[in-house]
Each structure stands twice: as structure tokens, then as C-alpha cells.
């Protein structure tokens, strides 16, 4: 079976790696390429990719693009991965014979760049709670990480990219009670902006951006992470949560993604509620030390694992 996974994006993050790591570890059953834009090719280091540009999810080009690869290759699935890779995808398979597989990465108002789709993959329960016919196939630990537990003698971190999303101006002004030394790992637009509420705050002492990690060296942080703060609005993971606990690293943050499926009711407030946000960080973060993650990390391996998810997700291109 040939399967051809189509991301739309041009920065290299939670969804890019999701589908190298998946294209990466199926069985010799599936035969996989890529199709990104020539900015990822070089990320996606043994698995086979093709070079595609993407305008808009309206422009007929990319429709005749993709339907031209395909006829060629005699490609049977196309897995889209995100709304926009659905949408024109979803186009593509009512030109062709291809099944059109679709996950959502993340929460969405609306589903309907899935209308088309012949199934549906939600990364957790939330994103796909209005889709009674979708799978829920969850995100995993990076495969990658020998998962030693942290020393926990270092400081707390956040990683994500600075986005609004991510909800890091709301963990700064959380902050502002709290002793403990804070890295925000990450890059993105809102660097600058995030950098000047620090300074504004007063809080330079205490709250360091770190932009100069990469995804493979992201592992080194762990090594002595004392917690990982969620501050996020929304989120389809998130996985850096998994990876966290794959290190013995206690997390809090904000009820999202699979957060409350892992992390205990009484480490999680709601999204964007900076009042309890930062109630929940000023009474939990002096007991980072006493919390033990090891029973959550147990029961993490058996749901939240690369094996696990290439399984489903060769069940679900076979039932097409």
C-alpha cells in the first residue's frame, strides 16, 4: 500500500514531527512519502519526500498538482495532516480514486475542511468530540528520548513556540508572586512582546526565553527540569506534556488536549483564566518536589507510544 502524507506548513514543529516519526517507524506493509514544502525536506532525514508548494487552500493549482503526483506514483492513501492539508486534500479525493485519511492536530470552531474525508483521526478526545465516526489515535513521547528520570534540580520550564495560543503572557503575569526560576523555551512572533512584559514585570531575574534549542536538543532540558508549566489556550497534545513525564517531570497547567486524560484534576485550571492560573502555580509550585509521576508514566507507555499509534493508524488505512 502507498501512502502519501501531506503537510501544508513551512516551520518544522508538533505536526512535522508527528508525521516523520509515523512515516518513520510503520511496517514494510505501508510505503510512505512525504509532501511538504522544500523547507522541511531536510528535516525528514530516511523517509522518502516530494517537494510541493501549497497556495491557497481555494487555488485549483494545488489540486492539479497533487492529482498529477499521484496518478503517476499510483498512490492509494492520502493522509492530510492539519485543516488546511484536509481541505485541499479533501478536493483531491473526489478527482481521484485515493482514500483520504484526515487528522486534526488541534481544536478547531468548525470541521468542514473534513467533509470529504473517507476517515478521520483525532490526536485526542476533545478535537473530534462532534464526529462520531473518527478514531482517536494520541500523540506520544518522542520515541528518540531515553526517558532518565530528572535530576529535578533545575528550573521550571515551558516550552512551546510563541504564539498567543500557547497562552506565555499568562504564565509571566502568574509569575509574579513566585521565587522559583522560570525558562520559556521556544521562538516565535510574540518574542519580543513576551520580552517586554518581563522587563515590565520586573521579572528579568526570574524568567529567562530561550530560543537557540532545537527539537533534538530539547532533551537536554529534561535531563534537570524541576516541573513543566501548560499555559496554553488550546492545544491537540500537547507532547511536550508526554515527554515531561517520560523524564519523571510533574507538570500543571490548564485543562487542554489530553492534560486531563494524564495529569490529576487538581494540577489543571481552566484555559485563559489568569486569576486561577495563577492561584493554581503559586499553591502547587512550592510541592513540586513531593509529587511523584512514576505511576502516570507507567500507564502513559501503554497508551501514549509511536508503536501504539502505527498500529491504529495501519488499521485504519487497511479498512479503506
Sequence with gaps: MKVAHLITSKVFAG?????????????????????????LVGYMSGVPTHSITMGSRFSP????????????????????????????????????????????????????????????????????????????????????HQGRPSSRTGPIIAVGRL???????????????????LNIIGSGKELLALQELIEKLGLSDRIKILTDHSYESIEDIYKNASGLIVSSLREGGPRTVL?????????????????????????????GDQVSLTAL????????PQLDVSAIKIAMHEEYSLENACIKTKEVYFSL
Design 163 to 181: 504564539e498567543k495560543v500557547k497562552g506565555f503572557d499568562l504564565l509571566i503575569n502568574a509569575w509574579a508572586n513566585i521565587k522559583e526560576e
Design 281 to 288: 502555580l503559586e499553591e502547587m509550585i512550592p510541592l513540586l
Design 61 to 144: 493549482l494545488n489540486i492539479i498538482r497533487l492529482v498529477l503526483f499521484f496518478w503517476k506514483n499510483n498512490t492509494d492513501v492520502l493522509h492530510c495532516h492539519g485543516a488546511k492539508a484536509s481541505a485541499i486534500g479533501g478536493w483531491v479525493g473526489l478527482i481521484t480514486r485515493l482514500k483520504i485519511v484526515a487528522t486534526i492536530h488541534g481544536l478547531k470552531s468548525h470541521n468542514r475542511s473534513i467533509k470529504y474525508a473517507d476517515s478521520v483521526i483525532g490526536v485526542n478526545k476533545e478535537v473530534v468530540k462532534d464526529i462520531p465516526q473518527a478514531k482517536v489515535i494520541p500523540n506520544w513521547f518522542n520515541p528518540a
Design 15 to 39: 505536526i512535522e514531527q508527528h508525521v516523520f516519526e509515523l512515516a518513520t517507524a510503520m511496517d514494510e506493509e505501508t510505503d510512505h512519502i512525504i509532501l511538504c514544502d522544500k523547507s
Design 243 to 271: 515527554e515531561a513525564i517520560n523524564h519523571n517531570i510533574p507538570v500543571l497547567g490548564t485543562n487542554v488536549g489530553i492534560m486531563p486524560q494524564i495529569i490529576p484534576r487538581d494540577l489543571l485550571t481552566e484555559a
